[in-house]
Structures are given as structure tokens and as C-alpha cells.
């Protein structure tokens, strides 16, 4: 403590302060807190239970952003002669700086025990160079509350509103230690603004081929054109005038796999600055999210969760069967090895040694308590270990024995 | 009601080894919250009064803190700590709202010079530093306010404080400073007018 300290100190210590609680105060406070408790719904879904923390909800979210990306991926497989197209249409859009779409594919969700399927439809915007916006238009019948729900990002301030119509709530999160991995190096780096939605969509559209011929969509001229390869077909609507795609399906020749569907899409239109605004809608109630992890936490979880999730991916495409060790996921081609050990390493030492752990999950054990990744450590670090479960959520855990006994 | 009578009687009873088991029971069990909620009201209360300098006000947010406690109680994985960090972090948040909304700088000023006026004599010199006091403090920003109070009046440790406001132990060290300056300029100047 230096002087000033001390001097502040012993003048605070001549104030008399009236600072006792008022018993009266804190005993009818109790009650109104036991009425509340009594009101408050009991977290028995698996849906809550999983989504119960910000972490988790993230990792959730990130789950469904991998399929995402491996489906758009996938679609986004150059068709043969479609490169000067393509370099012609991205060319466009060099100068565009926004874009929205509406996104429609058939989910599967998972409540209590029963299976069930829905038609999720969401709203992507953004807004370049920091600002993106996602609507969810529709949610699984045991969850109304999340229709309508709004997430609004500003990556230059580093900072993320969500609200939802439902119950008139809205939190705000600070995104200062908000990371992703950089797919191509296994670099760790602050989240941004993610255009490959667009270029993947633009892509996509200039690789077709086969000329349907004209129709009116929502009454306008646009071009039919589709292209088929291997047991995919993709079809796109094409605007006669700017040569911007406004509608794309991609559907498979094999019927279990569920058709995905892009409409509304419009490129470099104005777009409100209010859809980004980080105010709530009036009559909102707005909270502060309080759950700030440790940056360095944030950062481990990052990884865990990046490495967690492509070996759910793997399991998905290999009957269910996770990799026996982790080379096995660059082994498979998911992700180079290069970007595996960096991964792997420290986020303050990239090329030095794993400091994450991996266990294959043991059969029969249960995805959402079974951990497949954490954190090495020597003795117990005070703010927790993050762990990966199988199910692909991730957590940060707290109590030493409860770790050991998930790890045993 | 056993327990609750317990800690009725013995300030304290809820010590930090304990905690995290009374966190973990409290999730489902309304008389280890209730505990729990003993333990951590005065913290709190003092938190609010000493940065509001008004009572009533002070309760008033003080509630708003456990109701929001009850609301997210579900979403907090931690131990005793972390579980004080984030109440702190609560605390923070709802007094920072409170004088947002209520913009009551200027009345908080007013109503604490009035009370400080009905002060009895021997009280005299110690009120009038507290009115000086708080004009100052209300005039810093309200993270200074945060750092000043939890290190001053709260007793916490700068590796505490970081967590609470989310930042390094390093950035805590120099807002303090830059704090302790500011509020020394400004009692200097009110002490001598």
C-alpha cells in the first residue's frame, strides 16, 4: 500500500458511516427471495439443463454453426467450369457491404427423451465491417420461447445484445474474450465479422449450369438455373438484373438427407442501422451478462471446444464411433496436423507443448457426462478445469472431486 | 427451520470452506439458500450503501441483487469465490443502473448534506468529512466508484477486485491510482473551501 492508500485509508477510518443492515430490510427480503424460488420454473429438460450455461449455450451454437459450415462447405464444392463464373460474380461484390438471407433446413431436436423434428428457419444479416445480426424464426415445439429470439454482434466494439420477444428480456454480453480458431493456421484470434455465408452462396450460384428458363419470384424476373453432381442438386435463382442469386436449394438425390433452402437473399441493399443497433426494443428488461470466465479460461475453451466438436463431427460420419486418438481426426482429413499441434499448445506458447488431454469416450456411457477433452494441469488451478463432453458441450469445472470422478 | 435459527443466532456461521456445499444444496434446497443468502446479505448491503451513500436506496438495490441471484442462481457453476465475485459483479451492475436511471446524483448530494446538517455535534467533523466525501466520490466515474469501494471500504484483495470488474490485477492497480488521485484533488479542494 502506497502512501496515498494509506492517507485515503486513515480518512475513511474518521468517517462515521451508517452502514449496519436494517434486519427488518433483510428478514422481509428473505421472504419476497422464497416467494420468488417458489415461482421459479424447475430446469428438469435436457435442452435446459445442457443450454444452462452461457458456455454451453456457445458451444451448442457452435455445434450447429460447424454442421453449418461443413453442409455449406459442401455445397460450396467448386462445380467443373464454374471458376470464371465465379471470379466474374465475386467480383461484383467486392464493393458490396451487406447481406441478408433467410435460412430454412429440417433440424432434429432432442426432449426428455423424445426425438422430434422441425423445420428451423433463421435470418442471417451483416453488415460489413463489424456488425451481423441473426433472427431465429422458428424453434422446436417444446421450446417456443426462442421465436423471435435476436442476437445482434458489434465486433468492433466487441460487444453482443440478445433479446427475445417471448418474455420481453434482453442481456447484453461483453465480447472482449470472445475467440475463435483460425481454421487454416489452428491460430486462436478474437471473433469478427464472417462473410463466407455470402461467398460460399455466390459460389455456389455461379457453378450452375443448366439453363430452366425464366419465372416470376415474389414478382420479380429472375433466371432459373440448376446444376446436378454426383447425388446433389442444386438450384438457383438468379435475379435477370444484378445476376445475384435471391433463392438457392440444395437437395440430395438420397432421401434421408434433409434439403437445405437460402431465400430472401439480398446482396449490397440498405440495410437499418437500427437491425444493429445494441439497445433493446422499448419495454425490454435489460440484464448484464455476469458471467465473465478468466480471459485465459476463454481461451482454453476455445480450443477444447474447437478440437471437441470436429471429433463429434467424426463420430457422426463414422458410426458413432469417436477417434481412437486425436492424429486421427487430421488423419481423416478433418484438420492438418499442423493446425492439430497448434491447437493442442498453450494459446501463450503456439509451437510448444499440448496442454489438452484426450480421452475416447467408453462405451455406453452417457455423451453429456462422459468428458473426451480437458485441460492438463499439475495441481488444481483455482478457477477450474475446462472439459469437453462427448455430446460436444463444454464446461468449466469448478469442483475438483466432481472431476475426478467424471475422469475416473 | 433448524438452520435457519442457527445462523439467526451466530453472525458468520456461513464460512467460505462451507460455501461451495451450501451453493451446491442451494440449487434445490430453499433453507440452504436461504443460509446462503444470511451469509452474503451484509456484504452486499454495505457494498450498496457505501457506494449510493443513501440506506433506502441502498436496500432497494440491495433487493434487486438476490432477486436477480434467485433469477440466475440456475446458471451459476462455481465455487465460494467465484460465487462472492459474481454477487460483487451483480452489486456493481445494479448500482451503476440504479444511479443511471435515477440520475440522482445531484438529490443523493442534497439529501446526504441534509442528513449530515441533523447530525449531532460530537458527530460534527466526522459528518462533515462524510459529506465531502461523498461529493467527491459521486463525482468520480462509476468505475472509479467501484474500485475505490471495494478496496477501501470492502477490504478485498486487488486479484479480487480484478475478478469482480473483469479486468487484470495490473488495470485494478491503476485505476486505483488514478482514483485515489483524482479523489485526493477534489477532497483537497473541498476540505478548504
Same mark, same amino acid.
Not at chain 1, 486462436?188 to 463466407?196: R, Y
Given at each position: 500500500m502506497n502512501d496515498n492508500e494509506r492517507q485515503f485509508e486513515n480518512f475513511v477510518r474518521g468517517i462515521k458511516f451508517d452502514d449496519t443492515p436494517n434486519s427488518d430490510h433483510r428478514d422481509k427480503l428473505e421472504q419476497s427471495l422464497l416467494c420468488a424460488m417458489a415461482k421459479q420454473p424447475r430446469q428438469i429438460q435436457i435442452w435446459r439443463i445442457i443450454m444452462k450455461s452461457r458456455i454451453t449455450k456457445l458451444a451448442a451454437a457452435a455445434v450447429i454453426i460447424i454442421v453449418l459450415m461443413l453442409g455449406i462447405n459442401y455445397l460450396g464444392t467448386p462445380i467443373d467450369g464454374a471458376s470464371t463464373v465465379f471470379a466474374a460474380a465475386i467480383d461484383n461484390v467486392k464493393r458490396a457491404q451487406t447481406f441478408s438471407c433467410i435460412e430454412m433446413f429440417q433440424m432434429t431436436y432432442e426432449d426428455g427423451g423424445k426425438r422430434g423434428k422441425y423445420l428451423m428457419k433463421q435470418k442471417w444479416m451483416f453488415k460489413e465491417p463489424d456488425r451481423e445480426r441473426h433472427e431465429k424464426l422458428t424453434s422446436a415445439p417444446p421450446w417456443p420461447q426462442y421465436i423471435g429470439e435476436v442476437t445482434i454482434w458489434h465486433y468492433g466494439k466487441r460487444q453482443r445484445l440478445q433479446f427475445r420477444p417471448f418474455d420481453k428480456t434482453a442481456e447484453f454480453y461483453d465480447m472482449s474474450s470472445d475467440y475463435e480458431i %483460425? %481454421?487454416? &493456421?489452428?491460430e486462436l484470434k478474437l471473433t469478427q465479422l464472417d462473410t463466407s455465408l455470402r461467398d460460399r452462396l455466390l459460389k455456389l450460384s455461379a457453378g450452375v449450369v443448366e439453363d430452366l428458363g425464366r419465372v416470376e419470384l415474389e414478382g420479380q424476373s429472375v433466371r432459373i438455373l440448376q446444376s446436378r453432381k454426383d447425388k446433389r442438386i442444386t438450384t438457383v435463382w438468379i435475379d435477370?438484373? &444484378? =445476376?445475384?442469386?435471391v433463392q438457392i436449394e440444395h437437395k440430395w438425390t438420397d432421401q434421408s438427407r434433409s434439403p437445405v433452402m437460402y431465400t430472401s437473399i439480398q446482396i449490397d441493399t440498405e440495410l437499418d442501422e437500427a437491425l444493429f443497433s445494441l439497445e433493446p426494443p422499448e419495454g425490454y428488461a435489460l440484464s448484464v451478462d455476469e458471467? =465473465?470466465?478468466p480471459d485465459e479460461k476463454k481461451k482454453i475453451m476455445t480450443k477444447v471446444k474447437y478440437l471437441g466438436l470436429w471429433c463429434v463431427n467424426y463420430a457422426n460420419d463414422n458410426d458413432d464411433q469417436f477417434p481412437s486418438e486425436l492424429a486421427d481426426i487430421a488423419t481423416a482429413g478433418i484438420i492438418t496436423n499442423e493446425v492439430l499441434n497448434r491447437v493442442l499448445a498453450a494459446p501463450d506458447d503456439p509451437d510448444g507443448p499440448p496442454v489438452i488431454r484426450y480421452r475416447p469416450p467408453r462405451a455406453g456411457a452417457n455423451p453429456s457426462s462422459e468428458v473426451i477433452l480437458y485441460e492438463i494441469y499439475g495441481q488444481w488451478p483455482e478457477d477450474g478445469v475446462v472439459a469437453c463432453f462427448a455430446d460436444g458441450h463444454c464446461e468449466l469445472i469448478v469442483n475438483q472431486n466432481r472431476f475426478e470422478q467424471l475422469i475416473r | 427451520m433448524a438452520v435457519i435459527a442457527d445462523v439467526c443466532s451466530s453472525e458468520r456461521i456461513v464460512h467460505v470452506d462451507t460455501d461451495s456445499q451450501l451453493i451446491t444444496r442451494a440449487r434445490s434446497d430453499a433453507v440452504a439458500f436461504v443460509q446462503l443468502y444470511r451469509g452474503h446479505y451484509e456484504a452486499v448491503f454495505r457494498y450498496c450503501v457505501h457506494r449510493l451513500f443513501e440506506r433506502h436506496a441502498a436496500e432497494d438495490v440491495t433487493s434487486q441483487v438476490f432477486l436477480k441471484v434467485v433469477e440466475s442462481f440456475h446458471r451459476f457453476e462455481g465455487n465460494s469465490q467465484q460465487f462472492r465475485s459474481w454477487l460483487y459483479r451483480i452489486a456493481n451492475n445494479a448500482v451503476n443502473e440504479h444511479l443511471r436511471k435515477t440520475v440522482r446524483h445531484c438529490n443523493l448530494l442534497k439529501a446526504a448534506c441534509e442528513q449530515v446538517d441533523n447530525e449531532v455535534a460530537d458527530c460534527r467533523e466526522s459528518s462533515e468529512k462524510l459529506a465531502v466525501l461523498k461529493q467527491a466520490m459521486l463525482s468520480l466515474k462509476p468505475k472509479y466508484q467501484t474500485v475505490i469501494t471495494l478496496r477501501f471500504f470492502e477490504n478485498l484483495k486487488l486479484t479480487e477486485i480484478a475478478k469482480i470488474v473483469g479486468s487484470s490485477p495490473g488495470t485494478v492497480r491503476s485505476q486505483l491510482s488514478r482514483a485515489l488521485a483524482k479523489l485526493r484533488r477534489k477532497l483537497a479542494t473541498d476540505l478548504t473551501d
Amino acid at each position: 500500500m502506497n502512501d496515498n492508500e494509506r492517507q485515503f485509508e486513515n480518512f475513511v477510518r474518521g468517517i462515521k458511516f451508517d452502514d449496519t443492515p436494517n434486519s427488518d430490510h433483510r428478514d422481509k427480503l428473505e421472504q419476497s427471495l422464497l416467494c420468488a424460488m417458489a415461482k421459479q420454473p424447475r430446469q428438469i429438460q435436457i435442452w435446459r439443463i445442457i443450454m444452462k450455461s452461457r458456455i454451453t449455450k456457445l458451444a451448442a451454437a457452435a455445434v450447429i454453426i460447424i454442421v453449418l459450415m461443413l453442409g455449406i462447405n459442401y455445397l460450396g464444392t467448386p462445380i467443373d467450369g464454374a471458376s470464371t463464373v465465379f471470379a466474374a460474380a465475386i467480383d461484383n461484390v467486392k464493393r458490396a457491404q451487406t447481406f441478408s438471407c433467410i435460412e430454412m433446413f429440417q433440424m432434429t431436436y432432442e426432449d426428455g427423451g423424445k426425438r422430434g423434428k422441425y423445420l428451423m428457419k433463421q435470418k442471417w444479416m451483416f453488415k460489413e465491417p463489424d456488425r451481423e445480426r441473426h433472427e431465429k424464426l422458428t424453434s422446436a415445439p417444446p421450446w417456443p420461447q426462442y421465436i423471435g429470439e435476436v442476437t445482434i454482434w458489434h465486433y468492433g466494439k466487441r460487444q453482443r445484445l440478445q433479446f427475445r420477444p417471448f418474455d420481453k428480456t434482453a442481456e447484453f454480453y461483453d465480447m472482449s474474450s470472445d475467440y475463435e480458431i %483460425d %481454421d487454416k &493456421t489452428g491460430e486462436l484470434k478474437l471473433t469478427q465479422l464472417d462473410t463466407s455465408l455470402r461467398d460460399r452462396l455466390l459460389k455456389l450460384s455461379a457453378g450452375v449450369v443448366e439453363d430452366l428458363g425464366r419465372v416470376e419470384l415474389e414478382g420479380q424476373s429472375v433466371r432459373i438455373l440448376q446444376s446436378r453432381k454426383d447425388k446433389r442438386i442444386t438450384t438457383v435463382w438468379i435475379d435477370s438484373e &444484378t =445476376g445475384y442469386p435471391v433463392q438457392i436449394e440444395h437437395k440430395w438425390t438420397d432421401q434421408s438427407r434433409s434439403p437445405v433452402m437460402y431465400t430472401s437473399i439480398q446482396i449490397d441493399t440498405e440495410l437499418d442501422e437500427a437491425l444493429f443497433s445494441l439497445e433493446p426494443p422499448e419495454g425490454y428488461a435489460l440484464s448484464v451478462d455476469e458471467f =465473465g470466465w478468466p480471459d485465459e479460461k476463454k481461451k482454453i475453451m476455445t480450443k477444447v471446444k474447437y478440437l471437441g466438436l470436429w471429433c463429434v463431427n467424426y463420430a457422426n460420419d463414422n458410426d458413432d464411433q469417436f477417434p481412437s486418438e486425436l492424429a486421427d481426426i487430421a488423419t481423416a482429413g478433418i484438420i492438418t496436423n499442423e493446425v492439430l499441434n497448434r491447437v493442442l499448445a498453450a494459446p501463450d506458447d503456439p509451437d510448444g507443448p499440448p496442454v489438452i488431454r484426450y480421452r475416447p469416450p467408453r462405451a455406453g456411457a452417457n455423451p453429456s457426462s462422459e468428458v473426451i477433452l480437458y485441460e492438463i494441469y499439475g495441481q488444481w488451478p483455482e478457477d477450474g478445469v475446462v472439459a469437453c463432453f462427448a455430446d460436444g458441450h463444454c464446461e468449466l469445472i469448478v469442483n475438483q472431486n466432481r472431476f475426478e470422478q467424471l475422469i475416473r | 427451520m433448524a438452520v435457519i435459527a442457527d445462523v439467526c443466532s451466530s453472525e458468520r456461521i456461513v464460512h467460505v470452506d462451507t460455501d461451495s456445499q451450501l451453493i451446491t444444496r442451494a440449487r434445490s434446497d430453499a433453507v440452504a439458500f436461504v443460509q446462503l443468502y444470511r451469509g452474503h446479505y451484509e456484504a452486499v448491503f454495505r457494498y450498496c450503501v457505501h457506494r449510493l451513500f443513501e440506506r433506502h436506496a441502498a436496500e432497494d438495490v440491495t433487493s434487486q441483487v438476490f432477486l436477480k441471484v434467485v433469477e440466475s442462481f440456475h446458471r451459476f457453476e462455481g465455487n465460494s469465490q467465484q460465487f462472492r465475485s459474481w454477487l460483487y459483479r451483480i452489486a456493481n451492475n445494479a448500482v451503476n443502473e440504479h444511479l443511471r436511471k435515477t440520475v440522482r446524483h445531484c438529490n443523493l448530494l442534497k439529501a446526504a448534506c441534509e442528513q449530515v446538517d441533523n447530525e449531532v455535534a460530537d458527530c460534527r467533523e466526522s459528518s462533515e468529512k462524510l459529506a465531502v466525501l461523498k461529493q467527491a466520490m459521486l463525482s468520480l466515474k462509476p468505475k472509479y466508484q467501484t474500485v475505490i469501494t471495494l478496496r477501501f471500504f470492502e477490504n478485498l484483495k486487488l486479484t479480487e477486485i480484478a475478478k469482480i470488474v473483469g479486468s487484470s490485477p495490473g488495470t485494478v492497480r491503476s485505476q486505483l491510482s488514478r482514483a485515489l488521485a483524482k479523489l485526493r484533488r477534489k477532497l483537497a479542494t473541498d476540505l478548504t473551501d
